[in-house]
């Protein structure tokens, strides 16, 4: 089953405007990280938060934990054009020592300028 | 900085040939690990190797072998392709870490195989 499912699955929002986009998975997390995407590309890492922190920062970025809902969120203030991608939870299930991830469905996010 | 290569970049092959994508690791990275991602899809894991010995088995069809090698590079075999094998393959590396701790994996450009 799905580990990771994103919410929106698309977001079109203005240049300037902030953009929230949520993560909900199932089983517990040693960690959960963000990747963004340009389409058909390859894919990019953006930010880990363990499953004992709440809240991360990284520049523009802000990444919120929540374990007893199972649930994340990334908001990335100030959009820019150059934002428009698709972005992709990945949690780290400890199962058996594996690293593997395991991908939500992915966000689209549109920016325009 | 060094990042992690694979090759080739683009491939094209008919149904029922046989494909073989590689993968180097960023140097001194032990652990490599193959992830698939369908048109419109997410990536979902493949397979993973550490120190050459397989570590850890995802949603690979029977039909898919992958090693590593001596060098830490990987390569990942497809036979008897299918349409539905038309996907981006992306590879990623980690290096070594403490047991418990979690390194990052450091992803690839991806592979974009088209099966017609």
């Known amino acids: 089953s799905q580990q990771g499912e994103e919410d929106p699955q698309a977001l079109s929002i203005q240049e300037g405007e902030n953009a929230t986009m949520n993560c909900s998975y199932k089983?517990?997390?040693?960690?959960l990280q963000w990747y963004r995407q340009n389409s058909g590309r390859g894919l990019v890492h953006l930010i880990l938060?363990?499953?004992?922190?709440r809240e991360k920062h990284s520049g523009r970025l802000r990444v919120t934990l929540d374990t007893s809902k199972k649930s994340s969120s990334l908001l990335i203030t100030a959009s820019r054009a150059a934002d428009t991608a698709s972005y992709f939870c990945a949690t780290d299930p400890p199962q058996g020592g594996s690293e593997k991830l395991v991908f939500g469905k992915g966000t689209k996010l549109t920016v325009n300028p | 900085a060094a990042g992690v290569i694979q090759s080739p970049r683009h491939l094209i092959k008919e149904k029922r040939e046989t494909a073989t994508l590689k993968c180097y690791p960023i140097p001194r990275h032990d652990t490599v690990y193959w992830y698939q991602q369908g048109p419109g899809q997410d990536p979902q894991f493949l397979i993973s190797?550490?120190?050459?010995?397989?570590?850890d088995k995802g949603s690979i069809p029977d039909r898919f072998s992958a090693q590593q090698f001596s060098d830490y590079h990987s390569e990942l075999n497809m036979s008897s392709l299918e349409l539905g094998d038309s996907a981006l393959y992306f590879c990623?590396?980690?290096?070594?870490?403490?047991?418990?701790?979690?390194?990052?994996?450091?992803f690839g450009p991806g592979t974009r195989l088209t099966v017609l």
């Open positions: 990623a590396s980690s290096p070594p870490g403490l047991a418990g701790a979690y390194n990052e994996q450091f």
């Open positions: 938060i363990r499953s004992n922190e």
């Open positions: 190797f550490y120190e050459k010995m397989q570590s």
């Open positions: 089983t517990s997390i040693n960690n």
